[in-house]
Structure formats: C-alpha cells, structure tokens
Nanobody, 119 residues
C-alpha cells in the first residue's frame, strides 16, 4: 500500500503564501495521478489541483494562484499557494491513485493539514 504524509500547513495572512508538501512511501508513485483536495466543516470535499501524465489540472477557484509540482526522485508532490484568501481556509488532503485526476475516487489519502488564512 501507499502512505501519504502532508506537511506545510499553518496560519497565514490574506495575500500571503504557503507551500504544502506530500511525501509518498510504498509503491513508486510516478505513474499515479496525484491530487490535492480540501474540505471545510459542514461542506463536501472539493478538488483543488492534480498532476497526471505530465499535465496539471486546477479548480477554477485557484487557477493563477496555486501551482502543483512533483519531484519523482523524492517521491514528493507540492502545492505552492500564493495570494491566499480567507476562502482558502480548509483542511488540505493529498491523494494518489490510478484514477481520473480531477475525480474523487483516489485510492490513497493523507491525513490532512490545516491551512488557515486570516482576513
């Protein structure tokens, strides 16, 4: 099985930046789709970004502000978040699987990391 561990969350002021990391262990993940999702209490989990087959995908709400990348040598993916808004406050989850990259049927999920953006 694959294990995913997120890091890099925290508290930041509106307009600031954070970089989230997701380190994978187990199977080699360079052939997997990798995704980032987020969830706010009382709301359903939503897609944020994904990378698969050399392509990146972004939700409309984060296009132009967030950038996803991967380092295969380190089995790690990143989410660079710039120009953060209070609406970005959520628990962010890393996911991996042989799935449609923008879907929600990933096989493996991390534990989540809290991102809080103050106004």
């Amino acid at each position: 099985q694959v294990q995913l561990v997120e890091s890099g969350g925290g508290l930041v002021q509106a307009g600031g930046s954070l970089r989230l990391s997701c380190a994978a262990s187990g199977r080699t993940f360079n052939t997997y789709a990798m995704g980032w999702f987020r969830q706010v209490p009382g709301k359903e989990r939503e897609f944020v970004a994904a990378i698969s087959g050399g392509n990146t995908y972004y939700a409309d709400s984060v296009k132009g502000r967030f950038t996803m990348s991967r380092d295969n040598a380190k089995n790690t993916v990143y989410l660079q978040m710039n120009s953060l808004k209070p609406e970005d406050t959520a628990v962010y989850y890393c996911a991996a699987g042989k799935v449609a990259p923008t879907g929600n049927e990933y096989d493996y999920w991390g534990q989540g990391t809290q991102v809080t953006v103050s106004s």
